[in-house]
């Protein structure tokens, strides 16, 4: 291409203004609100960056869809058209469509996961730790030595430890694992993509000791783009063949089309296992709906066929990756320490090195995410021990996270290259502050996924 210049690979049809607040708004929104970002509302947030999840702005194809949808109970044609696209690029013999993806993880723990199970993935998400937890399983997540470095690139981060995997295969027993997970790309572990050769790999490693292996497939779209881009051998294959070529290493994958549906809502459970996905769907039925909707209106799965063939096409691609990419490249040259490299849906600013004087149960990443509302309108998500931190089995007492992340998730064609800029901008100015950025402390809490709901309060120095 002769031109430097990334552009949307799209007009815009429709817009949403931006209320824009002041920061004397934003700080006492921030008080009202205990200082948890997801409890404030979003006609407050200029720039939303809390997470890529439904928040993709849908074609006008997709809207179409909408329209088009067969809201029949039973035997929609949009379920048809919804599981003939879905076998066509993930290949799976029984298609479930749920809710959402945790709907399809909650589904296949209650049928796989009992008290004393071992489930080891490259790095778990949030709602699969939890499901897993809740079922009393084990949730074991085997990261590639090069994640816990997050200042040197590597192409393929978010590959899983092969090794740690027959180790711990070793250790605990086949029998005690009833599936083994592969997230791709991996979102919690900094958005970085999965190689071919390594879910070929752990396939090969569950095929030998007869152990399901399920694909997390969120941002498939985005992990088979940077196979392509980085993986020798994929340079001249189409993100589609190189999406078909990754699942037919795996017996089955939960999805959420919140992701890389290009979707506002909806998800899907997929199996080769017939009895398997027979007791899946009297599940589904008990909580979600009939099989031929689980959980979603016609429409909803008329707009996912579309967005699974939208999320795949090239220049879509093309722009994502650079955009993602464009914003940690103009933070990270000026200093702010990032998740190297760049993920595909989201940067990972690693606020425990940015922020060294907050130890790290006085979340250094919440002191950032606030700072950078406070400052710019700006909302982010953080991903460290507000999130994942653990509980030591004896003494009770918290574990901090393996690492401080705060996350500008990118959602998928809503803003432009200004709002991008303009989030640079904003990242630089609280990164000039950060010596005057103070700790916090967590005032009420629930036992799972307290990130959605805890209070905080800030630290004064001390
Ligand atoms: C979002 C996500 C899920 C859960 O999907 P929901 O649609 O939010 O329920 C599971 N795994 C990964 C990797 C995700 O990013």
Same mark, same amino acid.
């Given at each position: 291409m002769p031109f430097q210049t990334i552009i949307e690979p799209f007009k815009i049809k429709a817009v949403e203004p931006i209320r824009l607040t002041t920061q004397a708004e934003r700080a006492a929104i921030l008080k009202r609100a205990y200082y948890n970002l997801f409890l404030i509302r979003a006609e407050e947030v200029i720039i939303d960056l809390l997470t890529d999840s439904g928040t993709a702005a849908m074609s006008s194809e997709q809207w179409a869809g909408v329209m088009r949808g067969d809201e029949s109970y039973a035997g929609s044609r949009s379920y048809y058209f919804f599981e003939e696209t879905v076998r066509d690029i993930f290949g799976f013999k029984h298609v479930i469509p749920v809710h959402q993806g945790r709907a399809a993880e909650r589904i296949l723990f209650a049928l796989l996961c009992k008290p004393g199970s071992v489930i080891p993935n490259n790095t778990h998400f949030d709602t699969t730790r939890a499901n897993i937890e809740y079922r009393g399983g084990r949730a074991v997540d085997l990261p590639c030595a090069e994640l816990r470095d997050t200042t040197t690139p590597h =192409?393929?981060? *978010?590959?899983?430890d092969v090794d740690a995997l027959k180790s711990l295969i070793r250790e605990v *027993?086949?029998?005690? +694992?009833p599936l083994v997970m592969l997230t791709i790309t991996n979102n919690s572990g900094g958005g970085q993509p999965v190689s071919m050769a390594n879910i070929r790999a752990v396939s090969e490693v569950c095929r030998a000791h007869n152990i399901p292996f399920y694909i997390d497939a969120c941002r498939f779209a985005e992990n088979a783009y940077f196979i392509k881009l980085?993986?020798? $051998?994929?340079?001249?294959?189409t993100p589609l063949e190189i999406a078909r070529e990754m699942f037919s290493y795996a017996d089955g994958c939960t999805m959420s089309a919140k992701k890389d549906g290009l979707a506002n809502i909806g998800g899907f459970l997929c199996t080769n296992d017939d009895k398997l996905a027979q007791q899946e769907k009297e599940l589904l039925i008990l909580t979600e709906g009939f099989p031929t909707y689980g959980g979603l209106a016609g429409r909803d799965l008329e707009a996912i066929a579309i967005g699974l063939r939208e999320v795949l096409d090239e220049h879509y691609l093309q722009y994502r990756i650079a955009s993602t990419r464009y914003l940690g490249e103009h933070i990270a040259r000026e *200093?702010? =320490? +990032?998740?190297?490299? =760049? $993920?595909g849906h989201a940067i990972y600013i690693d606020a425990g090195a940015m922020l060294p004087h907050i130890p790290p149960l006085q979340f250094p990443g919440q002191a950032l995410a606030v700072e950078l509302y406070r400052l710019g309108g700006v909302r982010s998500c953080e991903i460290g021990s507000v999130m994942f931190a653990g509980r030591d =089995?004896?003494? $009770?007492e918290e574990v901090p996270a393996p690492r401080e992340l705060v996350r500008l998730a990118i959602p998928r064609r809503v803003y432009t290259q200004s709002h991008v800029d303009y989030v640079v901008e904003v990242t630089l100015e609280a990164y000039r502050r950060r010596e005057q950025l103070n700790g916090y402390r967590i005032t009420w809490q629930t036992p799972f996924l307290r990130h959605f709901s805890c209070h905080f309060e800030p630290l004064g120095r001390v």
């Open positions: =192409p393929f981060k *978010g590959n899983m *027993g086949a029998e005690n +694992i980085r993986e020798p $051998g994929y340079a001249d294959k *200093g702010v =320490p +990032i998740v190297q490299p =760049p $993920g =089995p004896e003494t $009770g």
